[in-house]
């Protein structure tokens, strides 16, 4: 007897619904009472294997479904990270441009003050020079005064010198115009004072 029974006597082949326990039973060679070839048929065999295919794609497509939320989440999170960092990077920018901007700012006030004050020294320096250009012109005006005074000092003073040595020398030249002696007094007391004058021009004005 030959080893697999014939097609003609093997049981109709389940639908596509059949149950698990159905497809065991087809499996096994058990179907309401009959032994049978226990090897699928090709087409049971593909049905089978697609069965199988498409459970695995189906798992497949949970999983890539899942991994799929889980980068959503994940591309959710960093673009939420990057949009708080930019955010705070905007505020420091920001902060810092401010921070700038004043600090240019007093620069800028800084060196108009340094003008200022360039200028004012400026003023002050020529403020001094003409101070001392015109106290130049002043003490060299004084000193020219005293320099003719005391020229006319001792002009006086060698003039009645001169006057004296004429009358210690030549006497009779006064003839009947008084006593030499007296002459000779008046002549040594013009002296006297104009010599106190130089002493006072040499004590209190120089």
Do not use: W
């Not at 087809?26 to 089978?48: I, R, W």
């Amino acid at each position: 007897m030959s080893k697999y029974v014939n097609n003609a006597s093997k049981p109709k082949r389940a639908s596509k619904e059949t149950t698990k326990a159905e497809k065991a039973d087809v499996d096994t060679g058990e179907m309401d009472g009959g032994e049978y070839d226990t090897k699928p048929s090709p087409l049971d065999a593909a049905k089978l294997a697609l069965d199988q295919a498409e459970e695995e794609a189906a798992k497949k497509e949970t999983e890539l479904r899942t991994r799929e939320e889980e980068i959503a989440k994940k591309e959710e999170a960093l673009a939420k990270a990057e949009a708080d960092a930019r955010s705070r990077l905007d505020a420091e920018v920001k902060a810092k441009l401010e921070t700038i901007s004043k600090q240019q700012e007093e620069m800028v006030k800084q060196q108009e003050m340094l003008k200022q004050q360039a200028q004012e020294v400026a003023n002050q320096k020529a403020s001094i020079q003409a101070t001392r250009s015109t106290s130049m012109k002043v003490e060299s005006f004084r000193d020219r005064l005293l320099k003719c005074f005391v020229s006319h000092a001792k002009g006086h003073v060698d003039k009645h010198l001169a006057n004296v040595e004429v009358l210690l020398t030549h006497p009779v030249g006064v003839g009947n115009n008084g006593d030499i002696i007296e002459e000779i007094e008046k002549e040594l007391e013009e002296v006297a004072k104009y010599d106190d004058l130089l002493d006072m021009v040499e004590k209190y004005l120089k």
